[in-house]
């Protein structure tokens, strides 16, 4: 069945250091792969996302997300976080057909400590 | 461009009453979708429309739930009865074309069930 793990339910970063949220998935081929981010009591904005070619991907916001096929997985970086990045961040999968439908992760809620 | 809307932004009923949600997509936006956000997890598909049809409802709690789009623009979705298990954030969101994933959020409807 296809799945999405995201599995740290929460992370702890002090302002300024570098961050790295996990995702990975289990589809039958190369999925269309997403991040989200939501801030509290916000809906969900996209931060970046892989269709194709290079697997390294360019967001908003400073971040990034490295696709590995061979790993199923596609983490989320930023060099040097800001306390307004605290917030929950989902990553999701996408079929490439049918009703193109996301698949989502849990979920990692990002605490900032100054 | 305006965002997806939705109201109310908070409600608070008792188990049994009926509830119900309304959201407004970017103009133009032929795909709407409905999720459930339940606190800890991510999102979850309730139904997808495609200008006034269903494309999707399968995970639409038949007995109790309801949702339609009418003319192809705004939609309702509807609790009767409601559950404590009910309680959640309700998202809408919308995209022009489905298989860009362009979704746009809205800030969802926070559901107490007393």
């Known amino acids: 069945a296809q799945s999405v793990t995201q599995p740290d339910i929460h992370i702890t970063v002090s302002e300024g250091a570098s961050l790295e949220l996990r995702c990975n998935y289990s589809?039958?081929?190369?999925?269309?792969l997403f991040w989200y981010v939501q801030s509290p009591g916000q809906g969900l904005q996209l931060l970046l996302k892989?269709?194709?070619?290079d697997t390294l991907v360019q967001g908003i916001k400073g971040f990034e997300a490295e696709f590995k096929r061979s790993q199923s997985s596609f983490n989320l970086r930023k060099p040097s976080v800001h306390w307004s990045d605290a917030a929950e961040y989902f990553c999701?999968?996408?079929?490439?057909?049918?009703?193109?439908?996301?698949?989502w992760g849990a979920g990692t809620k990002l605490i900032i400590k100054p | 461009e305006a965002g997806v809307a939705q109201s109310p932004r908070y409600k608070i009923i008792e188990k049994r009453q009926s509830v119900a949600f309304w959201c407004n997509p970017i103009?133009?936006?032929?795909?709407l979708y409905w999720y459930q956000q339940i606190l800890g997890q991510g999102p979850k598909l309730l139904i997808q429309?495609?200008?006034?049809?269903?494309?999707?409802d399968s995970q639409l709690p038949k007995d109790r739930f309801s949702a339609e789009r009418l003319k192809g623009v705004d939609s309702t979705l509807k609790i009767q009865p409601a559950k404590l298990e009910d309680s959640a954030v309700y998202l809408c969101?919308?995209?022009?074309?489905?298989?860009?994933?362009?979704?746009?959020f809205g800030s969802g409807t926070r559901l107490t069930v007393v």
């Open positions: 969101a919308s995209s022009a074309l489905r298989q860009d994933y362009g979704y746009t």
């Open positions: 103009s133009g936006h032929a795909t």
């Open positions: 892989y269709f194709s070619g």
């Open positions: 589809y039958g081929a190369t999925p269309y």
């Open positions: 999701a999968v996408g079929a490439r057909g049918g009703n193109y439908q996301l698949i």
């Open positions: 429309f495609q200008n006034n049809g269903v494309v999707d």
